[in-house]
């Protein structure tokens, strides 16, 4: 059997276990350059371990119980945008490196992780979770954003604690707290951390409104004063289509008679006060009705 044939067979992964006969043709093979060794015993074609498809699927190969965690799990669930700097996995063997793979011994609960085409990884809302000490809030943000049902953040709360003890865990708990109003973006939580420090209240984060047949998501609300707070985050907002579609919003809030107040990531986190004050100012010159 030549290499091409081989490669082919085997879906560009071979595995040295299941052809011991060809255990020298393969040692060189990879003396010549043809194939490289991504695992113990665990070939791929030459240029082929740059694909992180190809090292998720060595990985799971050699080590079929093994469950990628981390970047690699946000890659498998869509989070395209997340490229994996390496491929993480726990597995119930011993921990190990090799170049762009790192596992590492351990277990976990069935209820955080997901099978799909015989690749074994962390649900969307367990690799939120995984990577708030790496990212920051942002897949938290995403998943709440698409949250219909109301359950996401409970659902974030209870794979924080079904994964206990965890380098991290101190940092992911502060973020779901920090998260807790249904903030959906950090601008926004920074935002909910000065209201709440300041003791105002009456307030709702993307809660939907309803008008002229539309239902919008204000960043904050004070519904019994139609007074809206709009968070022009560093991040969510650069965006274009964004830009128009929430001045096309502006102006529906303010014909059906929303105030509205803008304020930006930098308001927020360096002029706080200033920001408490004019909404102090806005929530004291509310139209009695």
Known sequence: MNLETLLAAENGIIVARDHRPLL????RWA???LLVRVLRGVYVAAGAERHT????????SAYPDAIFTGR?????????DVVPREVTAIHRGRSLRAPGIRLR???????VWHEHRGLRFLTRTM???DLIPELGGALVDDLLRKDRTGTQLKLLNRALALTPGRVGNRARRLLLERSRANAWSEAERELHDLLDAAGITGWSANFPIREDGRTLHPDVAFRA????VEVDGYRFH???????????????????????IRLTWRMITERPAWVIGLIRRALDEAPTS
């Open 105 to 111: 011994h351990g277990t976990l609960n069935d209820e």
């Open 238 to 260: 650069s965006d274009r289509e964004i830009f128009e579609t929430d001045r096309e919003r502006q102006n529906l809030l303010v014909l059906n008679g929303w105030r509205v």
């Open 31 to 33: 003396q010549r350059g």
């Open 72 to 80: 690699a799990a946000a890659w498998l669930n869509g989070w395209s």
């Open 127 to 129: 690799t939120a979770i």
């Open 225 to 228: 004063c139609r007074l809206i």
């Open 53 to 60: 498809e190809t090292l998720i699927r060595a990985v799971a």
């Open 24 to 27: 020298r043709r393969l040692a």
